[in-house]
């Protein structure tokens, strides 16, 4: 690890490397490569989530799937997935059972791992398009909520939307639409655009998940669906047995931003 | 049925009803709505194929699937997946058995069925901007080809891709590139433009699937990925069972084709 590099300026693979020793949040790293949700489940509920995501693929975009008894794909260039991420949860019929740097001995042979796209990839493209991000600005996690819109269930899996909410000025609303609607794999066009009670979410001074940040005069509350749904799911589903990314501790992989761009 | 509606002018419902008692190409039926490609097998299968779809959206953009046990959805609003195709394959460990009006008698409990997206979709808006489609011209099928590009593996599924070719004049292949990449749930942008050889097309003249099309002086064979794929990867991956459409005999759903286009 070469001591000159800032954190942006990380490939993917010195990322992953320096997050095998260290515990942070992982946004800034490795400026302009795409980064993950996580989710590892037993083989048995597999075809249960790939379906599910496949029918909300709004807060499931799916970057990639390591099959039963894969540590790695390409996406994560020969590391292996269950050291690579800055932290993890591992949860137990959907009750978060702990919070690990490595999941090594938490690791089941039958585990299929989801990498799920995320929204660090369009926020690049708000800034670059002169658009600020309030809690980039403010030095805090987005703030998360857990809506009370249904996602399409499948099989065993549902539960409620969770969104993240970026306050935009009125005039740059239209434009965030326009942006974000060109990232499709992670996220895309926002869910809904102000009023937070149409969403089921009284008080947005108080997320369920991240950290609360601040509007100011004139901004509205843009709402882009999260992949921290697959969260909410878990609890809702309690399937056996996961491991999940800590939110905000993401997969940096080898994906480029601009791979998900479209037209 | 009413007997003053030609073809194009027939509602989903009304195209679906017809195709219960008669066999024939469920081309040019219930006009603006998306046709798609079936494919249904065991459970255990499942996961497998889901997730093939999933690494190879091009040749197998997933519509809508439904569930062991289920014979209907929301995209037949409640029609029974077994009867209203007009026709259909059954295909024992890879090999076809019997092409059959309907299925009820081959139905198995559990079956999970994928609706994959059919390029009828994207001809429509080719013609509505100007752009000849040689086959329907020609009043014939649309030639596919398997090629010597392997698609994305997936657990037990693998396989050629196949293709579909459309001859476009040159000073219009860009213009169906921009259209149809407009419409990534039903194939989207072509996969390759030009030398047949280099997908080891020997001969455009012999299609594998589909009937040949004439070429005019200036013509650019222009290829598609194409949801005839899955049935390639059926003879290679070689199932106990499978149910498909016959190709050409497509179910009509009720979705529109604007639904899949983007902007």
Same sequence: chains 1, 2.
Avoid at 6 to 25: D, I, K, L, T, W
Avoid at 182 to 188: M, S
């Amino acid at each position: 690890m070469s001591a000159e590099l800032s954190p942006a300026e990380y490939s993917p693979s010195q990322a992953r490397e320096f997050f095998r020793h260290n515990v942070r949040p992982s946004s800034g790293y490795a400026h302009g490569y795409a980064q993950a949700n996580l989710l590892s489940i037993p083989a048995r509920d597999a075809f249960d989530f790939l379906l599910f995501a496949q029918r909300n693929p709004k807060p499931c975009p799916l970057l990639g799937v390591l099959e039963a008894g894969e540590v790695t794909s390409p996406l994560l260039d020969g590391h292996d997935i269950r050291d690579c991420l800055p932290s993890y949860r591992v949860f137990h019929h959907g009750e978060l059972h702990g919070t690990y740097a490595d999941v090594h001995e938490h690791w089941r042979e039958d585990l299929v791992t989801f990498l799920i796209g995320c929204s660090f990839t369009f926020e690049s493209a708000l800034i670059d398009n002169g658009i600020r991000v309030a809690h980039i600005d403010q030095g805090c996690n987005v703030p998360m909520y857990r809506t009370t819109r249904p996602t399409t269930p499948a099989g065993r899996f549902c539960g409620p939307l969770v969104v993240s909410m970026r306050p935009i000025p009125a005039h740059q609303v239209s434009d965030a639409v326009r942006i974000t609607s060109r990232y499709p794999a992670v996220h895309g066009a926002p869910v809904h655009i102000g009023d937070p009670a149409a969403l089921g979410i009284d008080d947005l001074s108080a997320p369920d998940y991240g950290d609360a940040v601040k509007l100011h005069d004139g901004d509205v509350p843009v709402f882009w669906a999260c992949g921290v749904t697959p969260q909410a799911v878990l609890a809702a589903s309690t399937p056996e047995f996961a491991i999940t990314h800590t939110p905000g501790h993401m997969l940096v992989t080898n994906a480029r931003d601009l791979d998900y761009q479209i037209p």
